[in-house]
């Protein structure tokens, strides 16, 4: 009784993310990290331009100190015990704060690659579609796991955004691909299912690259990707402010940015702190 | 059968407040609002150099985007409804974050100066000490209630620190009292009754002063304050970067800052958010 609505929810979640694309000249950013999940920083980035936000598990657990880490790395190895009803919370509180008009997408546990079996129910998805959730951020590594995702997501009005690796990854974030030609082929196959909107995995966020730029095969990947679909087309990892100039051209229309935007935030904390304590 | 262990508990407590005030030279700041809660900001606080934190229920209902707040004065108006398992939960994720050195005192409802009926149970101060809470940070307005909060805190083992306000003081955040004489009057009885920390609020939250400057009658309430107790003073209301230095002979060992923090680092995530669009 809910599918016609639900495919409406959807295309006007859509609709949004294009708005913001175009607004931002062709190039948008999607503001995760501290600004996903705490609603006063979540109203400072809206404040600032941003329309698309990303709470998610692991930045949950840092941002409740959850068995105590402190860094996106080891909160990567615990993020699937984050309970689901808190980042639906957190998402709840993040959407009350900034309006209906920014797009939300979060990412949950059971939504990345995982390392235990952890199952996303429909209950659990209707959760999050009930506390302000436009999509779901996801790192499935393989087909069948994320058409069951896409499927799930879409029942209850959900957009998906999902990601392409490469087969060297470190750490596995999305559905690998070794050559550019790959890259072409898994994000067609990944429209062809139904994925809302296909990002590539960087790598850069565990690999160094001159300060400033960019590696010339991740522009050649993502040229693979922007041109072989329709969907809008994001790009993940290690991305901050002097990188970022390097994907103007690229094509890409979304820049993930999460790590960057605490860096800056905890940095401008402790020299706060620091001053008062000058005084 | 922890009496013994739970005043043990207090003076360690107390021990660690004393070191940090000698430390930092004789003042040292209680750094609260974003910092309080959110273990990322909590320990770049800590990086920072501060060793006193304070988690609350206002600055959590503006964390979580309880019914949509996004200023303080709104947060106070519903900060009874914030759940004291929620802030039990922050204040253990701040602790496991900052290790066991830093002082953490909590604000919860109950502890304030209410407008309905709220009770603070035996279990509920358990829950605070067992979570990784120092002390309780109170804002009672007569000594009926607060000599009630300070049983029961040092039962469980908890500090209070307990507020002095204005008889015309907008928003109650503390027992009234008129005149420096009866600044000192009050503080010495909050002293007899066990109080272990006591502040005086400057009201600078509420009426304008001049940039870099507090008040006189501030600075004699504030000698009132300090030559007339043993125990730690405190100054909160309206404290930051520009009038703090004005605190600096006044004698008060602690400033308490939250909104003035808050703000700046709101301020770091909106201007990086406007260098990422700018790209």
């Known amino acids: 009784m809910f599918?016609?609505?639900?495919?409406?929810k959807r295309k006007n979640a859509m609709a949004r993310v294009w708005q913001a694309i175009e607004e931002h000249g062709g190039q948008t950013i999607l503001s995760t990290g501290i600004t996903g999940d705490d609603a006063r920083l979540a109203k400072a980035a809206v404040d600032g331009g941003a329309k698309l936000l990303e709470p998610n598990h692991p930045a949950l657990a840092l941002a409740r100190g959850y068995k105590g880490v402190t860094s996106m790395h080891d909160a990567e190895n615990l993020r699937h015990e984050i309970d689901i009803a808190d980042i639906a919370k957190a998402t709840q509180g993040v959407r009350n704060v900034v309006g209906s008009e920014p797009f939300i997408t979060v990412g949950v546990p059971g939504g990345f690659t995982?390392?235990?079996?952890?199952?996303?129910?429909?209950?659990e998805i209707k959760l999050l579609a009930t506390h302000?959730?436009?999509?779901?951020?996801?790192?499935?590594?393989?087909?069948?796991d994320l058409e069951e995702i896409v499927e799930l997501a879409h029942k209850y009005g959900l957009t998906v955004d999902a990601y392409i690796g490469h087969p060297d990854d470190l750490h596995t974030f999305g559905i690998p691909a070794e050559t550019p030609e790959e890259v072409a082929e898994v994000a067609k196959r990944m429209e062809s299912i139904g994925?809302?909107?296909?990002?590539?995995m960087t790598g850069m966020s565990y690999e160094g690259v001159a300060a400033?730029?960019?590696?010339?095969i991740i522009k050649e990947r993502l040229h693979a990707l922007v041109s072989s679909v329709q969907v809008p087309t994001l790009a993940e990892g290690g991305i901050n402010l002097e990188n970022s100039k390097a994907f103007k051209n690229t094509g890409v229309q979304i820049l993930v940015v999460g790590t960057s935007i605490d860096n800056v935030v905890q940095d401008a904390a402790k020299n706060v702190i620091k001053q008062f304590l000058e005084v």
Chains 1, 2 share one sequence.
């Open 3 to 8: 599918i016609g609505d639900m495919n409406k």
């Open 212 to 216: 400033g730029e960019i590696p010339q």
């Open 132 to 144: 302000g959730a436009d999509g779901m951020h996801t790192h499935k590594s393989n087909f069948t």
């Open 114 to 123: 995982e390392l235990v079996p952890v199952e996303l129910s429909d209950n």
């Open 195 to 200: 994925v809302d909107m296909i990002g590539l």
